[in-house]
Each structure stands twice: as C-alpha cells, then as structure tokens.
C-alpha cells in the first residue's frame, strides 16, 4: 500500500512539472531538458518503489500510474472543465496580423520562434496571418488572412 501511495503523491507532483513546463517547452526539448527527464524518470523510481525492486512492487507503481492516467482521462472525455485544466485551452499568439507579445511570455515563446514556424508553414510575412493559434498539442495553427479583393490583381 505504501508504494500506492508514493506512486500517486509522484504522480500529481509530476503532472503539475508538467504543466508548468508549459505546452511549447515539451515539444521543443533541448538535449539538456531531455537528459533531465531521463534523470527525473530515476529519482521518480526511487521515490515510488524506495528499496523495493520486486516485480510486485514495480506493477503496482505502473499500475497506480496506469490507473491515475486513466481517470483523468476518462474525466477529462466527460467534463469540458476538467479537459480544460488537463490539456489547457488554445492560445491566440497572433490576432488580425499582431503579435500578442502577453500570450508568447505566457508560454516562453520567443519571437523569432513563432517567425520560424510561420516559415516553416510557408508564410512569409506576418501580413499573410489572419491568426496564429498555439494549440493544446504544443504546435502552432496558422489562419492566413483573406486576400483583399478591392485591390488590383496581379
């Protein structure tokens, strides 16, 4: 039962790790941030299984993780609420062709990063989005803006 327990306690601490790393750092880890998953994936054995190496203790580690997964998954498919404080809700880093400098610092998105991704979606200039939304998956939707009709076509 004791593992049970740790094994919840380190559940919930690591999900709110996870949140506060925000949704862009953790699909743009750097190799360094990736060896430090790696190193927090061994404290987070040994403070769930402690000195218990059996095959025993370890299921019931896995499947506590398991079982903590599946409820908040299963909650978070019933309630918009808790899907929301789940997954988070999409952000609006550019509105109408402007950056909304506020929303990047919410996320530690840099500038130049966002003008890197529009690149990489093909857009050239920021007066070709309409809107550039950061989604709950960490990658960024671009919306392009309408072309004016009043103007001569080329």
Known sequence: MDIVLRATAVFF????LLRLFGKR????????EFVSLVVV??????AVTHND??????????GTFG?????????????????????????????????????LERDKIPVDELFSEMRLAGIASL???????????????????K???NSPQQ
């Not at 994936?41 to 040994?46: A, K, L, N, S, Y």
């Not at 409820?71 to 789940?86: A, E, M, N, Q, T």
């Open 53 to 62: 190496y059996s095959v025993t203790g370890a299921a019931l580690a896995i």
């Open 25 to 32: 750092q953790l699909g743009q880890m750097t190799p360094f």
């Open 41 to 46: 994936g061994d404290f987070v054995q040994q």
């Open 67 to 103: 079982f903590w997964a599946l409820i908040l998954g299963w909650l978070g498919f019933r309630s918009k609420r808790v899907r929301d404080l789940l997954d988070g809700e999409p952000r609006v880093l550019v509105r109408h062709g402007e950056i909304q400098r506020a929303m």
């Open 127 to 145: 007066k070709q989005v309409d809107w550039a939304i950061l989604e709950t998956n960490g990658k960024i939707s671009f919306i392009p803006a």
């Open 13 to 16: 601490m690591l999900f709110l």
């Open 147 to 149: 072309e004016d009709h």
